[in-house]
């Protein structure tokens, strides 16, 4: 936090129980960070992508990458680690082909859920609703069904927006951001439901990472063909409808939305639990299973369908001096948690250089 500080964020997230950035700050924070990192000695390489891990007698000696002006390069390395993105899809069919140590390993999917931020204050503040010193008010739910399946919300975002986060052409994918202000008419969280390797079958570790392409191309589809996202009034979803338009709760995602029948894009076991989890969260907070709360699908990054192995020493099961680090490789769960991996992985190069 003290390092975020540092690079432009408000100095609240250094004494406050859950700091809070703002989206609108990160374009100046990770320019600082980058010029700090330059500064250090270090380089960084925009529209560069890594195409190859080289090997001699198993252990790292360099990597491939292509250039932003598609020239293929190569750059000697002892070590590597290997921050790799939950949603870089090639770099993990590359390791893969390689060989490297996989597997397939539970996620979660579901959909955007937004309420009125008004209504949110409401039930979590009660009549200090509107009070000049509270600010948006936030909450976090989760519920275990009968049959054993987690519902719960993730990365909820107070007077926000539901963003597109799609990493591939003709996808849909669901994301939230709030800025600093949290000052949206909407509040909006993830609504997600725990998916194992036994739900989506398939062979080999890339498994859900197919799993998830279906269901984003399905939404593509459903949304229209133009990128406008899938979205239904929670009363229609709860009732198995479609919907043909929206109720007080308008929709933020800004390519727009389709309204249509979500269950036409989602597993019945993911529809089905999603709407077990709505009435269970009800009960808990009332008014979250508002009939005129809103769906956008389909959220299905909240974290890496693979793990990439690595032993004690957090280098690669399979290439000495390959530290597969973070989310996307499987080892974290969110930003604090990818940063301390990312840390160890530091510290464990330090420890025992490859050499």
């Known amino acids: 936090l003290e390092e975020f500080a540092a690079a432009g964020a408000p100095e609240e997230i250094l004494y406050e129980a859950k700091p809070h950035i703002g989206t609108d700050h990160l374009p100046v924070m990770v320019r600082n960070i980058r010029k700090k990192i ?14 190859g891990i080289k090997v001699r007698s198993g252990a790292v000696s360099g990597i491939e990458f292509c250039a932003a002006d598609g020239a293929k390069e190569q750059m000697e390395a002892q070590n590597v680690i290997l921050a790799v993105g939950h949603s870089a899809r090639d770099t993990f069919e590359m390791l893969q082909s390689l060989g490297l140590p996989m597997e397939a390993k539970p996620f979660s999917v579901g959909a955007r859920i937004e309420h009125a931020q008004k209504m949110i204050d409401r039930v979590q503040y009660g009549k200090f609703a509107g009070h000049n010193a509270l600010g948006a008010a936030d909450y976090r739910l989760a519920v275990h069904l009968g049959d054993g399946r987690g519902v719960y ?4 975002c107070p007077g926000g927006t539901v963003v597109a986060a799609a990493s591939e052409p003709e996808m849909v994918v669901t994301n939230g951001m709030s800025t600093f202000a949290r000052d949206g008419e909407n509040a909006n969280s993830a609504l997600l439901v725990n998916v194992g390797p036994e739900d989506f079958g398939g062979q080999g570790p890339l498994a859900g990472v197919e799993f998830q392409r ?9 949304g229209g063909g133009d990128y406008r996202a899938p979205a239904q009034r929670v009363g229609d979803f709860l009732k198995r409808q479609p919907s ?12 727009g939305v389709t309204p249509c029948l979500l269950d036409d894009c989602l597993p019945d076991f993911i529809a089905d639990s999603m709407r ?15 009939p005129d709360a809103v769906l956008t699908a389909v959220e299905s990054r909240s974290s890496s369908p693979v793990r990439i192995i690595r032993g004690n020493d957090m280098q690669s099961a399979a290439i000495k001096g390959l530290y597969p680090c973070g989310e996307g490789a499987g080892y974290a769960g969110g930003i604090v948690s990818a940063a301390v991996d990312g840390i160890r992985c530091a510290e464990q190069v330090l420890a025992c250089p490859n050499k």
């Open 38 to 51: 330059i500064s250090l000695g270090g380089s960084v390489f925009f529209d560069t992508r890594l195409t």
């Open 276 to 290: 077990a989890g709505i009435r269970e969260m009800d009960r808990r907070l009332h008014g979250f299973a508002c």
């Open 214 to 222: 279906k269901l984003e191309k399905k939404a593509f589809i459903l």
């Open 244 to 255: 043909k338009s929206f109720g007080d709760v308008r929709p933020t995602y800004p390519r």
């Open 153 to 156: 919300t993730f990365c909820m």
